[in-house]
Each structure stands twice: as C-alpha cells, then as structure tokens.
C-alpha cells in the first residue's frame, strides 16, 4: 500500500451560468453532460492509486448544481475509498443562489458528513454582482448561512472579492461589514486578476480605467486586513482570515506543501514528489475515466531545488513562514545559507522578517507577497543554486 496521504479534492466543473472573469475548468450545466461526468469521476475513484485522505473539498465549478443526494453519495465512495474512519473536514464550494441552497440540501450535506460551507459570495454591493455576472442577491446568501446553521453546519466560509470594476473603498467596506454581521468563522478575500480569454480580458483591453489601479487595490487589501483583524479574525495566509480554530485544513496541507490527490476534469496531485493535473479537456477525461484508462494530463517531478523553492513560497504565503527546523530536517538544508542573497535583498527593503526560527513576511511584505515567492523560486532554478543543493 503506497503511504501517501494528504487532501483529496474533486472537481465538479458545471455552474448555472458562467462568470465573465472566471478561468476555472468549467461549463454551463447541461445534465446530460452533467450525468457523463458523474460517471466518469465515480469511475476514476475506483480506480485510481491508494491514497489516505485527511480533508476532502468539493470546489468548481459550482459543486451545488449536482444534487444533494447524488453529492451524498461521492461522499459516501470517496469515504470507503480513501478515508475508512472518516475525513477531518469536508468541505463544498457552494453558489449562494437560494434555489440551489434549500434546507433539505443543507440536511442532506451534513447526514452526509459535510462540515464546512464556503460560499462564493464575491460582493454584497448589488450592482458589483451585476458587473460579476453573479445572479445571487445579499439576501440569498444571508438566507443560506441561516440554512447552514440550522442544519447543523456550523463552519461557514465566505469568498470575496475585491478589485472589481466600479467597486471603490466605501463599497468594499460595505461588502466586509456585511460578511462580518453574518458571523462567519472564515473570510477569504482575493484581488480581482484578468484571466486571457475571458469576456473580462476584452474588457480590460478596451476600457483599463474600468479596472482598479494597482493602488486603490493595495488600499482595498489593507482595508480587508484592517478590518477582519479588528474584528477578530487572524489574517493567517495572504488571503485568508479565520476565527480561532477555524483555519482551512484542507489548504494548510497545501501550503504546508503536503501531499494532495486531485479528481476530475483539471484536478491537479502531488504524490511521491510528482506534480500532475489532469487534462482541462472534458471530452477527452471523460473518455479515459469511463474506460479505466490513465486520465491525460502533464507530470512535473519537482526534484531538489525545484522542491524546496515551492516549498518556500507557499510557506511564505502563511503567518508562519518559513521554519527553518522544518526545512533542515524535511529537506537537509540550511534554508537561511542556501536564500542568502534574496533573503537579504527582501529583508533590506523591510519585506521579510528573520527571526532565529523563521523567515516570514512583514506587514508591508503582504502587498508584494507574489514577488517575494517568486525570488524564492527562481532562485531555487538558478544553476548555482542547484549546485549548492543538499537535500533530497
Ligand atoms: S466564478 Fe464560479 S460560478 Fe462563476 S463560472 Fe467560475 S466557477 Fe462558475
């Protein structure tokens, strides 16, 4: 039996409606393909490799087009799979639309073993769901936090985002006030990006001013690190905050560089050093999943240095850091000698923090957080880099 162990995640790709800014692996539902899908993923997961799961996540897509039972019944498969006495946490991305969040779908979820909710939420400002494309009202995601609860689901998660077209600081402290008062234990907030190839790309080419400059949306990120810390929360990754004891499990494992499986059209896996994604082609994993065949995508073995750079960049990415006990003894390296002139380029522009134990990000190191990683991992590919390695 293989000893991986780590998240299990699978992909539901269909959504009511497609989001003019979204790049996911997604479609508009159609259920006849819908039903093909299901097929094909209860296919893969009988076959595919030993795992043991410690979180599972449904994400998307939106996971709450398919039905409460037939969600029920992945869980129940996925269980007997990879996790015979239970996961730690189970989570599904939900679309807070009030026809798909009924109170018999939130019973359903939990006599399943779902326990936590995340709810794609974006903006409580109606015309920025407008412009979002999103067809949920504020009301309907009130309503289904309230269903949540009352079926006993009790870790609620909310997704926001900011950045986006019109939007501006009072909006956004508008939308943050409005997720605080529907007391959820998590907030993720992510800047708006602009994807190639989506109706939002075209946009941005004719109309830039439309869009958030790069300084009203460090202004607007400061303003949600602000406000969700004074309310409690810890800002405990670049763009996630949590109550006490309600970190996602589920993605600590990521940035933990853990282990994963992914399942489903574009899932992505890291097993025994080996990062895979499946193939973004629905056609073609639906096919092999249904034939038992290997699914086609693109393996990348992250050996050596390549380990180690992604490592630090997702560490980076915590409150934490990096522990530099952690990385001596998971990958025989003098983490602190081997980053020695991009730990020092960062530390001097008052972005990194060196403390005996760990290398972390400052308050202002934050707003560049994507930069800083970035050193890490193309440092960790230089030649000379490589040749200083002395780890696995
Ligand atoms: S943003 Fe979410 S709901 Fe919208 S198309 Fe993308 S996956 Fe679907």
Known sequence: MS????????????????????????WPLRRSDAAKYLAALHAEIEAAPDFAGTTLFFGGGTPNTYEPAQIANLVAR?????????????????????????????????????????FGVQS????????????????????????????????????????????????????????????????????????????????YAREPAAFASNDLEAELYAIAIGTLEDAGFEHYEISNFARAGARSQHNANYWRNGEYLGLGVGAASYRDGTRSIHTKDRDAYVAAATAGLPIPGDDERLDGAARVGEAA????????????????????????????????????????????????????????????????????????????????
């Not at 991986?4 to 692996?25: E, I, S, T």
């Not at 006495?85 to 009030?98: K, M, R, V």
């Not at 409005?178 to 907030?187: S, T, W």
């Open 3 to 26: 000893s991986a162990r780590g998240g299990v995640y699978v992909h539901l790709p269909f959504c009511p409606y497609v989001c003019p800014y979204c790049d996911f692996a997604k």
């Open 78 to 118: 996925l269980r007997a799979r990879f996790a015979p006495d239970g996961f730690a946490e189970t989570t599904i991305e939900l679309n807070p639309d009030g026809e798909l969040c009924t109170d018999a779908a939130f019973a359903a979820y939990r006599d399943a073993g779902i326990d936590r909710v995340s």
């Open 124 to 203: 409580f400002v109606p015309a920025e769901l407008a412009l979002l494309g999103r067809r949920h009202t504020p009301q309907d995601v009130a309503t289904a936090v309230a269903r949540a609860r009352a079926a006993g689901i009790a870790n609620v998660s909310l997704d926001l985002i900011f950045g986006t077209p019109g939007q501006n600081e009072a909006t956004w402290r508008a939308s943050l006030a409005a997720a605080l008062a529907l007391g959820p234990n998590h907030i993720s907030t992510y800047g708006l990006t602009i994807e190639d190839d989506t109706p939002y790309a075209d946009w």
């Open 313 to 392: 960049m997702l560490a980076l990415r915590t409150r934490e850091g990096v522990d530099l006990a952690y990385f001596a003894e998971r990958y025989a390296l003098d983490f602190l000698d081997f980053y020695r002139p991009v730990v020092a380029r960062w530390r001097e522009s008052g972005t990194l923090d060196v403390t005996p134990t760990h290398v972390r990000l400052t308050q202002r190191g934050r707003f560049v957080a994507n930069d800083v990683c970035a050193a890490f991992v193309i440092l960790s590919e230089a030649p000379e880099a490589r040749s200083r390695r002395t780890g696995p």
